[in-house]
């Protein structure tokens, strides 16, 4: 029996990404089928003011001045210990939107602060759908979806986690913007999710409990594009297998993810 694949694309209810997801990925892969069903998540919309100082906070932990690194990130730990953001689990709402499409609003501000608590409520919610796989990705992410569900229609269906991986030190992970779990694996991450800890950059957060529950992460196959000439390169066999294209790419100060993912959308269905 086929697998059922629940993909859920995490936002932020902003923009640039409020236009790529209308402009790019709205037009091109995201289409709901017998077999997959699409979901959009986003948290609520906080002030301007308010996600400019977020942002410039979280960004601190790439600063080149170490010691402003690891203050801000001592700093965060500090706040979110002092919170208890591990007991925070904010309820979703599900509605769709003028176009349609399936969303679900995490009850709860967005903001890059909160990105750990804003993805362990759509692993929760994500249990009272019906799926084998739940794949989540993000705004600049294309996804080839006849590719996907034929590779999860030769994967084992228990203990499976796959996407984009990569590594920090000796610990693999993977990447946000694709990421595959079998049913088994989301259920043991919400039981374990008092383990989460959430000062941590999410991605590595989130590898770190996995890591002590599984030690096998499966590479799918993916590719980053940032110009229509790496479009226009990519072999024949590569559009055929490939599941996730990362689009994010900027040109003269704007961002060009949707116009990649149109011309790539084009060179799939020419092979299909």
């Not at 410039?56 to 600063?63: A, D, G, H, M, V």
Request: proline content about 4%.
């Amino acid at each position: 029996m086929k697998p059922k694949i629940l993909i859920v694309v995490i936002h932020g209810p902003y923009e640039p990404w409020l236009s790529i997801l209308q402009d790019g990925q709205s037009k091109t892969w995201m289409e709901s089928s017998s077999k997959t069903r699409i979901i959009n998540a986003f948290g609520i919309k906080i002030h301007p003011k308010l996600l400019k100082a977020d942002q410039e906070i979280y960004y601190l932990r790439w600063s080149d001045n170490k010691i402003l690194a690891y203050a801000s990130l001592l700093l965060e730990l500090v706040t979110k210990k002092i919170f208890r953001l591990h007991t925070y689990q904010p309820e979703i709402i599900s509605v769709k939107n003028q176009g349609q499409q399936e969303v679900w609003e995490v009850q709860m501000p967005d903001s890059l602060m909160l990105q750990g608590v804003k993805n362990m409520a759509v692993f929760r919610n994500s249990l009272s759908c019906e799926f084998d796989f739940l794949v989540t990705t993000i705004t600049s992410t294309y996804l080839n979806v006849s590719a996907l569900e034929e590779y999860l229609d030769k994967t084992t269906q228990k203990n499976f986690l796959g996407g984009r991986i990569e590594k920090s030190g000796t610990m693999k992970f993977q990447q946000g913007s694709f990421r595959v779990f079998s049913r088994d694996m989301v259920l043991k991450i919400v039981e374990n999710s008092h383990s989460y800890q959430h000062w941590k950059i999410e991605d590595i957060a989130l590898g770190r409990l996995l890591s002590s529950l599984s030690p096998d992460f499966t590479p799918i196959p993916n590719l980053t594009v940032e110009s229509q000439k790496e479009i226009e390169s990519i072999l024949e066999p590569d559009l055929r297998t490939t599941v996730s294209y990362r689009c994010k790419s900027t040109s003269s100060g704007r961002r060009i993810d949707a116009d990649l993912m149109k011309l790539l959308h084009q060179r799939i269905l020419k092979i299909l």
